[in-house]
């Protein structure tokens, strides 16, 4: 049973810059969510991609987008990047509905200066 | 709408005593209740989860959390305290027929020699 992989680890990026951030899926799941928890705070849901669809979508302007491919693997792409930015990305992979449980993995520190 | 409530952002105990963290939730439903560890650099790791079964749930690494229905609580235990238990722990809940994951702000433990 393979885990999740997030790439890159660290990132630092200037504010107006774009960022793709990239996530793995575990083997036997089909869903990909991405969050963001900035310093001092827990994760916040950002969206969710089932079948290489968004089909939710929390709190986050447009700028934030993403992709999955049919490996399930999955993309978080950044515009415009505000100094608010700054934070841990994290995904997690699940099955529809996460009945089986979600994996999480080790995140990206995403920087912006 | 759901939310979560960790209601200590810091505890600190002594190796070998007990932990408890506390955990008060806000549902319109029977939500899906879990429990998160997070080390320094590391993803989220599931210690355990309260799905409508048994309303004491024992997790990994000793950790048990009852739930309270009357109370809206989920709190977190574990008898003795060991070093490696240092770290940031999520309260989390999910809506029944959803699949977005609401995260407390988190607890930090300290674990004394």
Not at chain 1, 78 to 93: G, I, K, P, Q, W
Not at chain 2, 37 to 54: D, I
Request: aromatic residues 12%; hydrophobic residues 30%.
């Amino acid at each position: 049973e393979t885990g999740v992989t997030q790439s890159p680890t660290h990132l630092i990026k200037t504010r107006g810059q774009q960022v793709t951030l990239r996530c793995s899926s575990q083997s036997g799941h089909n869903t990909v969510s991405w969050y963001q928890q900035a310093l001092g705070q827990g994760p916040q849901f950002i969206f969710q991609y089932y079948r290489e669809e968004e089909n939710g979508r929390g709190n986050f302007p447009p700028r934030f987008s993403g992709l999955q491919f049919p490996n399930y693997s999955s993309e978080l792409n950044v515009n415009a990047l505000e100094l608010d930015d700054s934070a841990l990305y994290l995904c997690a992979s699940s099955d529809y509905r996460g009945v089986s449980g979600y994996t999480f993995g080790s995140g990206t520190r995403l920087t912006v200066v | 709408a759901q939310s979560v409530t960790q209601l200590d952002s810091h505890v600190s105990v002594s190796e070998g005593t007990p932990v408890l963290l506390r955990c008060n939730y806000s549902s319109s439903y029977s939500p899906s209740l879990f429990w998160y560890v997070q080390h320094p650099n590391k993803g989220l790791q599931l210690l355990l989860k309260y799905t409508s079964a048994a309303t004491l749930v024992k997790g990994i690494n000793g950790f048990e959390a009852e739930f309270k229905k009357s109370e809206t609580s989920f709190h977190l235990t574990k008898p003795s305290a060991h070093m490696s238990d240092a770290a940031e722990y999520f309260c989390v809940v999910r809506p029944p027929n959803d699949y977005k994951l609401s995260f407390g702000a988190g607890t930090t433990v300290t674990v004394r020699a």
